[in-house]
């Protein structure tokens, strides 16, 4: 267990980094950042899973973008808190 002490990624499911960008960005901004048509044609939440978990370069990338954006959003957050 102490080998995911350090994996920001340990106990966040595929389907819940999809919904998370979906809802704060939307498919649009997906297909922008990871050029993989699940996202461009009849996004779904289950057809892209589908494709995710047997592409294993795609959900490296979506993982990543992922990770960004959280960094990104939890940067913004402490601005608004601190009045920047």
């Known amino acids: 267990m102490s080998e995911q002490k350090n994996n920001p990624l ?11 960008m979906v809802e704060n960005h939307g498919w649009d901004y997906l ?3 990871v050029n ?7 996004p779904s939440i289950k057809s892209s899973l589908t494709f ?3 592409t294993p370069w795609a959900r490296a990338k ?10 990104k ?3 913004e957050v402490k ?4 009045g920047e």
């Open 10 to 20: 340990h106990g966040i499911t595929l389907e819940q980094i999809l919904v998370y």
């Open 62 to 71: 979506v993982e990543s973008l992922y990770l960004y954006l959280k960094r």
């Open 31 to 33: 297909g922008e950042q």
């Open 52 to 54: 995710l978990r047997k």
């Open 79 to 82: 601005g608004i808190i601190k």
């Open 73 to 75: 959003d939890a940067k």
């Open 36 to 42: 993989i048509n699940c996202f461009k044609a009849n």
